[in-house]
């Protein structure tokens, strides 16, 4: 059930993630199979750096009726794709992407980090609650490089506020 809801800082994209596939991990009789699902999303603040995230589908009665609640397993791997520009300042710790994960308690997020001394954009997906949190995460980085002809890259660092 993935409901995109906009970051707390108002950059999260509003026409949420690409289905790049799905694998079916748990055969269901009569209704949907539990399954592994595999998302792209661009990052919307930071040209030239795309996503990608697995996380598992429920299926079932539950999760045919959209009312599962979700596992909080998600894996995630982001990387340079085109030349880097940033689109403006942001916070250690913005939101790129939210979605739901259950009908009313559980969300899934994934936010954006800035290592300044090494050049390198971090990014953490995590699962919480509003009851109890998830300690389930996944982390990856990009390091912010020169991409073709372009003679240096931007410095991460001077877009942090």
Do not use: H
């Not at 009569?30 to 699902?37: F, Q, S, V």
């Not at 939101?95 to 300044?116: N, T």
């Not at 073709?148 to 931007?154: L, M, S, V, Y």
């Amino acid at each position: 059930m993935a409901v995109v809801a906009p970051g707390l800082d108002g950059t999260a994209r509003a026409d949420g993630p690409d289905l790049i596939f799905r694998k079916s991990t748990v055969w269901k009789f009569l209704t949907p199979d539990d399954k592994l699902a595999t998302y792209a999303i661009d990052d919307p603040m930071v040209e030239g750096v795309a996503c990608y995230y697995t996380v598992p589908e429920k299926g079932g009665v539950s999760g045919m009726l959209g009312v599962a609640e979700e596992v909080s397993d998600i894996s995630i791997a982001c990387r340079q794709v085109g030349p880097i520009a940033f689109k403006g300042k942001f916070e250690q710790g913005d939101v790129v992407y939210r979605e739901s994960r259950s009908l009313i308690f559980k969300k899934m997020q994934i936010v954006r980090g800035c290592d300044a001394k090494r050049n390198v954009l971090v990014y953490l997906v995590y699962s919480d609650k509003l009851i109890d949190g998830s300690p389930k995460n996944s982390t990856t980085s990009v390091p912010v490089m020169p991409w073709g002809t372009q003679a240096e890259a931007p410095r991460c660092g001077d877009f942090v506020r």
